[in-house]
């Protein structure tokens, strides 16, 4: 055999195996990143080298064998894969060929990008208004019939209104929220099942149980992006916004953010919005899928064996990979926090190589069943520190020493212990634990409190060093003797004296930033930025603050007895702060008071949830705010009024068994803007 069949049939064989692995047993050992690459070179080779190709290759089919327990259902018209594209540049050849087959210029051509939904296809069949069949993609010619689970998913109409065509085949996409498959893998865990390494395969190895009432538990979601009747056939231009339109009137989930206009660029502008909105989505999405829009343009352009020619899969960089734990270690954080670091062989990640991602704490370490040597996937999400999300499947067989817990701090050697029995987390308990005053300095001039520009990681590690602080707002002692300061900052190593001129500047500015931002520096456990806006509207000064007592301090909104007896515990530890610091010569500047009494919600208190018709939370916050009302994040007593979307769940539940009013989108905007 030459090299190059050899090379092929081995390629052809792991892409077999993975795609078992993924399809059937939704135990993938590979991240979809690294089984696409495969598929890829499969592809390419076997397009450079066409006498060789395999006629039973696993490229000539789309998905698996379906497995056994279903019935096996035809579909009526394949169920087809997309081609994928991984650059902007990709995306315009390929709109180069639409262009060249339709022979229209590119602003002629209206497209139609929609979000690719990470999770399995479903096709739900209507006859008669009714749900008749549910049928999954299978092998793309022959689906099962999951009919009973789709019943189960709570997204899916058993019957459409009148208004809906009574023939109708909708395709769309079945997938499991992050929140619920976090939920479902703690269970797992649990009860000794291996966990999904990611939302897609649990929600597709929930559309295999052979129990509905299991199904209904997990709670699936449905997304339509396919309309197929003769009545969806009639209409042209414009289609897929229309169809999607009328769905949503028949209690079909509306796609989010939708867009359809002429020329690729818009879509390429679309692209990269997705790029963002998809941090804030509550499930995952892999890319974006560019349609062309009206029916007539797609059926001139047609398929090839395997997929549409009228649409393209935008894949977004990876943000999954697998890699190998070389070691774990522990960091100490501000409140002397001991976390497990996972140690790695360093792998390139959306755009930048990894070597560490966080395991959270010890229990985390345990539920991963992970231990330095096992083969994990790794995840870089909306957060900048990447982490661990699963073992690859098969590792946890392997023998190997199970991770030591320390018994004291890694960075002092003191005591290490939990300070409150509920608690997960291990502490380092030496109060002058300098890792602790590192993490706390690094904090105190972090960006979201002071923003002390010059005050790095690696600036801080030596000023903690030289001992010469005791407390993070210790820094400004240095402005106390300005030689003095200027000759201890030039000292550092690496500090130009232009540089330890700046940073000095930058400590004075600090002085007189505002008491939010300086009620967030101190560091009190429980107080972030928000909490800290709040107590800073409340007490204009750090001394009313610190003689406020628990009852009093939990007037104040998203204030409860846990963050009051934590803010009078941080005042106890460190009596003479506000003084001290007036000596040191802060000055924080006090929120200028607005006077709110005339505006229409002045007084009201104000949350968010769900879906808004078409404002974003962020926007309907906003505007609530216009309008006098304070807005908090979580629905409590204090609450006056909340503002629900489609979906709400929780909040507008305890909203309404609080009596909270409830408004709606529509209600906002007419209270003026
Ligand atoms: P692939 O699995 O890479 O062949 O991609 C095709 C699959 O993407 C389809 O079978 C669908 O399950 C899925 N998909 C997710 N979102 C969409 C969408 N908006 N339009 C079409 N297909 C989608
Ligand atoms: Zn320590």
């Known amino acids: 055999m030459t090299d190059m069949r050899q090379r092929l049939k081995d390629l052809a064989d792991q892409v077999r195996l993975h795609r078992y692995r993924y399809y059937v047993l939704d135990q993938p050992t590979l991240a979809d990143a690294e089984y696409d690459a495969l598929e890829r070179e499969l592809r390419s080779l076997e397009g450079a080298n066409p006498e060789l190709a395999d006629p039973n290759s696993p490229t000539l089919r789309v998905g698996a064998s379906p497995v056994d327990g279903f019935e096996k259902v035809p579909h009526r018209t394949p169920m087809y894969s997309l081609d994928n594209v991984y650059s902007e540049d990709e995306l315009r050849q390929w709109a180069v060929r639409v262009q060249g087959l339709l022979g229209l210029a590119d602003g002629g051509i209206h497209y139609f990008p929609e979000p690719k939904f990470d999770g399995l296809s479903l096709c739900l069949w209507y006859e008669n208004h009714e749900l008749v069949r549910a049928v999954t993609r299978g092998d793309g010619e022959t689906g099962e019939d999951v009919t009973e689970n789709a019943k189960a998913i709570g997204d899916i109409p058993l019957k459409l209104p009148a208004e809906a065509p009574g023939s109708l085949e909708v395709r769309g996409e079945v997938f499991l929220s992050r929140k619920r498959w976090e939920e479902l893998n703690r269970q797992r865990t649990a009860a000794g099942v291996a966990p999904f390494a990611n939302p897609r395969n649990a929600a597709s190895g929930t559309m295999k149980l052979l129990d509905s009432r299991e199904v209904a538990r997990r709670g699936l979601q449905f997304i339509p992006w396919q309309f197929i009747g003769p009545m969806v056939a009639r209409t042209t231009f414009g289609l897929q916004m229309e169809a999607v339109g009328w769905s949503a009137g028949w209690a079909f989930v509306r796609l989010p953010h939708m867009y359809e206009g002429p020329g690729i660029q818009g879509v390429i502008d679309q692209i990269e919005r997705w790029a963002d909105w998809r941090q804030t989505l509550p499930f995952d999405i892999d890319g974006v899928v560019v349609k062309v829009a009206g029916l007539d343009l797609q059926e001139r352009l047609g398929f090839t064996d395997r997929a549409p020619r009228w649409a393209i899969a935008y894949k977004f960089p990876a943000t999954q990979v697998t890699t190998t734990v070389l070691g774990i270690t522990w960091q100490v954080g501000r409140s002397g926090k001991l976390t497990p670091v996972a140690e790695l062989e360093a792998v390139e990640v959306a755009g930048s190589t990894v070597r560490r991602a966080t395991l959270h704490n010890a229990d985390e370490l345990a539920r991963l069943g992970l231990k330095v040597g096992h083969r994990v996937f790794i995840e870089k999400g909306g957060e900048v520190i990447p982490k661990v999300v699963a073992l690859v499947p098969g590792e946890e067989l392997r023998d190997l020493p199970a991770p030591v817990i320390p018994a004291t701090c890694p960075e002092c050697a003191g005591e290490v212990g939990k300070t409150d029995d509920a608690e997960v987390a291990i502490r380092c308990l030496n109060p002058?634990?300098?890792?602790?005053?590192?993490?706390?300095?690094?904090?105190?001039g972090g960006r979201s409190a002071l923003d002390?520009?010059?005050?790095?990681?690696?600036?801080?590690?030596?000023?903690?060093?030289?001992?010469?602080?005791?407390?993070?707002?210790?820094?400004?002692?240095?402005?106390?003797?300005?030689?003095?300061?200027?000759?201890?900052?030039?000292?550092?190593?690496?500090?130009?004296?232009?540089?330890?001129?700046?940073?000095?500047?930058?400590?004075?500015?600090?002085?007189?930033?505002?008491?939010?931002?300086?009620?967030?520096?101190?560091?009190?456990?429980?107080?972030?930025?928000?909490t800290a806006e709040l107590l800073a509207e409340a007490y204009p000064s750090l001394e009313a603050l610190w003689v406020a007592d628990e009852q009093r301090l939990q007037a104040v909104e998203e204030?409860?007895?846990?963050?009051?007896?934590?803010?009078?515990?941080?005042?106890?530890?460190?009596?003479?702060?506000?003084?001290?610091?007036?000596?040191?010569?802060?000055?924080?500047?006090?929120?200028i008071p607005r006077d709110l009494s005339g505006l229409p919600l002045a007084g009201e208190v104000a949350v968010v949830t769900g879906t808004l018709p078409s404002l974003s939370r962020e926007d309907a916050e906003a505007w609530l705010k216009r309008l006098g009302a304070k807005v908090t994040g979580s629905v409590s007593p204090k609450t006056t009024l909340l503002l629900a979307g489609e979906k709400a769940g929780s909040k507008l539940a305890r909203a309404e068994a609080l009596g909270i009013p409830v408004r709606d989108e529509a209600w906002l905007r007419s209270q003026g803007s």
């Open 432 to 444: 002058e634990c300098p890792a602790k005053l590192v993490a706390r300095l690094v904090h105190f």
């Open 559 to 591: 204030v409860g007895p846990k963050v009051a007896a934590a803010l009078r515990a941080f005042a106890t530890l460190h009596p003479d702060l506000p003084a001290r610091l007036a000596l040191l010569g802060v000055r924080p500047e006090p929120p």
């Open 452 to 530: 002390i520009e010059g005050l790095g990681d690696a600036l801080v590690e030596q000023v903690v060093a030289s001992g010469r602080f005791e407390q993070p707002w210790d820094i400004f002692t240095l402005l106390q003797d300005p030689v003095q300061g200027l000759a201890y900052v030039s000292g550092l190593e690496r500090m130009a004296e232009k540089s330890a001129q700046n940073l000095l500047e930058a400590l004075d500015a600090a002085r007189r930033k505002p008491l939010a931002r300086w009620i967030h520096a101190l560091g009190i456990p429980m107080v972030g930025a928000r």
